[in-house]
């Protein structure tokens, strides 16, 4: 009785270790997992942090006064009043929407843009919808229009620069990080890209001409 009971425990005592060895196994393997998932976070975050000083992020609209783009939104106005543009209706964000809008893009909206949809909303025209948020109309929607378009059509090298902020039934337009300093616009299709303009306010300068 007292041998068999010696050999209960003695197999108890290899379960306990055969057990700690299995889970101080798993633990060495799960490290390196760890740390890498750790330095690919921090590296992201680095990237984003160099990158903030070049690009415009969706909380700038509140540090910048909305007469910083004053004849981006006269020019704006003057082609809704002329009715060459549409302002969709209850698609005006507040800045917080803005700042949850940021979240969710792939790149960083610049000023004017953001003051656009501050102030006016989500536009229609010359065959064009220049997006915002917008539930019922995803042509209308910046989230969608770019998640298709990176799904669809975007190679990796587009997909890192463009933001698109408009789209028509063949085209689309983006602002491209390609290069230092204010984004410019270009006009695309699946197959070929094109500069258009220096920046929004040139652009929309050359919507009223």
């Given at each position: 009785?007292?041998?068999?009971?010696?050999?209960?425990?003695?197999?108890?005592?290899?379960?306990?270790?055969?057990?700690?060895?299995?889970?101080?196994?798993?633990?060495?393997?799960?490290?390196?997992?760890?740390?890498?998932?750790?330095?690919?976070?921090?590296?992201?975050?680095?990237?984003?942090?160099?990158?903030?000083?070049?690009?415009?992020?969706?909380?700038?609209?509140?540090?910048?006064?909305?007469?910083?783009?004053?004849?981006?939104?006269?020019?704006?106005?003057?082609?809704?009043?002329?009715?060459?543009?549409?302002?969709?209706?209850?698609?005006?964000l507040t800045t917080t929407e803005l700042a949850d809008l940021a979240t969710t893009l792939p790149l960083?909206?610049?000023?004017?843009?953001?003051?656009?949809?501050?102030?006016?909303?989500?536009?229609?025209?010359?065959?064009?919808?220049?997006?915002?948020?917008?539930?019922?109309?995803?042509?209308?929607?910046?989230?969608?229009?770019?998640?298709?378009?990176?799904?669809?059509?975007?190679?990796?090298?587009?997909?890192?620069?463009?933001?698109?902020?408009?789209?028509?039934?063949?085209?689309?337009?983006?602002?491209?990080?390609?290069?230092?300093?204010?984004?410019?616009?270009?006009?695309?299709?699946?197959?070929?890209?094109?500069?258009?303009?220096?920046?929004f306010a040139a652009f929309v300068a050359q919507l009223a001409q």
């Amino acid at each position: 009785m007292a041998k068999q009971r010696q050999k209960q425990l003695k197999n108890k005592l290899k379960n306990l270790q055969r057990a700690t060895q299995e889970r101080q196994q798993r633990l060495i393997k799960q490290e390196p997992q760890k740390v890498s998932a750790l330095a690919q976070n921090l590296a992201l975050l680095s990237d984003d942090e160099s990158k903030s000083s070049a690009l415009e992020t969706a909380l700038d609209v509140e540090k910048v006064p909305i007469v910083h783009h004053p004849d981006l939104l006269a020019t704006l106005r003057r082609l809704i009043a002329a009715q060459k543009l549409t302002a969709l209706p209850n698609s005006r964000l507040t800045t917080t929407e803005l700042a949850d809008l940021a979240t969710t893009l792939p790149l960083p909206l610049p000023r004017g843009y953001q003051q656009m949809l501050r102030e006016l909303g989500a536009l229609q025209g010359f065959g064009y919808f220049f997006a915002g948020r917008n539930n019922e109309n995803v042509a209308a929607d910046l989230v969608y229009l770019n998640q298709a378009a990176r799904a669809d059509f975007l190679t990796e090298q587009q997909a890192e620069t463009l933001l698109i902020f408009a789209a028509s039934e063949q085209r689309y337009l983006a602002f491209s990080y390609a290069q230092p300093g204010p984004p410019r616009i270009v006009r695309g299709d699946q197959q070929h890209e094109a500069e258009v303009a220096v920046d929004f306010a040139a652009f929309v300068a050359q919507l009223a001409q």
